[in-house]
């Protein structure tokens, strides 16, 4: 077969990557750990085909023709044909490869993570590479490297100058821990932000507090929140994201000049998070933000409704939000919050839309490959499939 299609899933760090020591190479300079999102609900989903027939290397992503010379590209297309075991000239075959996500990339979902995952498992396949592939998606995008196993997982920044032992394990499968669940709250906000390429490299330059993070929290902060995944500890998982997601929003701050990823809204969900648990003299949820406004929330099954009716209580959708698909993802029956807890939590309702819109989903598995021809997204001659 010399076409290969498969779906990739989003991952969602709790322990932060936030920092390169070699940025040709993307190595970072700690460890980070994260959680795989179910790719029934969120994923990337790509084809490559490779002919003796293609004049050249071609690339569609999200239904347009982009720039196949793009770096990070070329990294990902050298390193697997480096490795390929392809026989004959096959190696020396142009490509074209169609990338499509089922998720707004205005979501803020680090559609890259998926996007470079899912192209190194396909084109793995495609040149029957075998052992790891973390590798080849972390030359794409750093993030990426732990969106290639499911359940939990942690990107080791290893040692080697050249990159070598810097890769992704998994630390416990999906199945592991089949209560936990993600809710990924998409905050309206219009601002542009610093990429996290550019963001990082100035924390690099100049945050004190970086250095602090990568000496000393990281390293043992990594092993703590480990060891309660494995223990299925969620109170201790919870606390520790929290923290992580708080120390690298503090770093961003402490770069000069600042780089600002959170807004109002996204400071009054750590607000509520915060005044929620102690409502209930407990920790049940967890929030972490990546870079841009968007909170990713961390709770196990049985919480969910509570917390969803909270949360519709203090940010209202808009009027029409049933029109807008405001919940979307697994299904969920938010239940309303008591009196008393409303009483206790003493909190300002926010007007309606301040939340475009929520994605309610779970851990999920790795990369999943389809072997129906007509999943393909390129067809017989190579062209991408309903594209204009
Ligand atoms: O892989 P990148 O370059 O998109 O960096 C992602 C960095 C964060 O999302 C902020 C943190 C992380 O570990 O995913």
Request: include cysteine; glycine fraction near 6%; charged fraction near 20%.
């Amino acid at each position: 077969m010399n076409v290969i299609t498969c779906i990739a899933p989003v991952n969602i760090a709790v322990i932060k990557y936030w920092g390169k020591r070699d940025e040709s190479l993307i190595l970072p300079t700690n460890d980070s750990i994260s959680a795989t999102l179910d790719t029934d609900q969120l994923h990337a989903k790509t084809t490559v085909m490779i002919s003796q027939d293609f004049k050249e290397d071609c690339i569609w992503l999200n239904g347009r023709e982009e720039d196949i010379k793009n770096p990070r590209l070329q990294n990902c297309l050298k390193e697997i044909r480096k490795r390929s075991q392809l026989s004959g000239n096959m190696n020396d075959w142009k490509i074209h490869i169609c990338s499509k996500n089922n998720f707004p990339t205005a979501a803020g979902l680090a559609s890259s993570a998926a996007g470079y995952a899912c192209l190194a498992a396909a084109l793995a396949k495609l040149y029957r590479i075998e052992g790891d592939i973390s590798v080849i998606a972390r030359s794409g995008s750093g993030s990426a490297c732990r969106s290639v196993m499911g359940g939990f997982v942690r990107w080791y920044m290893g040692f080697d100058k050249y990159g070598t032992d810097s890769l992704a394990k998994q630390i416990v499968p999906a199945s592991h821990w089949p209560e936990m669940r993600i809710l990924v709250l998409v905050v309206s906000d219009e601002q542009k932000k610093v990429p996290s390429a550019i963001g990082m490299k100035r924390s690099l330059e100049t945050s004190e507090l970086l250095q602090h993070r990568i000496m000393h929290t990281v390293p043992e902060r990594a092993n703590k929140i480990q060891q309660a995944i494995v223990e299925k500890n969620f109170k201790t998982f919870a606390e520790l994201t929290m923290k992580d997601s708080n120390e690298m929003h503090a770093t961003c701050l402490d770069t000069y000049p600042p780089c600002v990823y959170m807004n109002d809204i996204s400071n009054s969900i750590v607000n509520l998070i915060h005044s929620y648990n102690d409502a209930v003299n407990d920790v049940k949820v967890a929030y972490t933000f990546d870079a841009g406004s968007n909170a990713t929330l961390y709770l196990l099954e049985k919480d969910v409704s509570a917390v969803v009716g909270v949360l519709d209580y203090f940010f209202p959708p808009l009027e029409n939000a049933e029109n807008l698909e405001y919940k979307r993802g697994l299904p969920i029956n938010a239940s309303e919050p008591s009196q008393n807890l409303l009483e206790k939590l003493n909190l300002r309702k926010h007007p309606p839309g301040q939340l475009k819109y929520m994605i309610y989903t779970k851990v999920g598995d790795g990369p999943k490959y389809f072997v129906n021809p007509e999943d393909h997204l390129l067809d017989g001659q190579g062209n991408p499939i309903n594209y204009p």
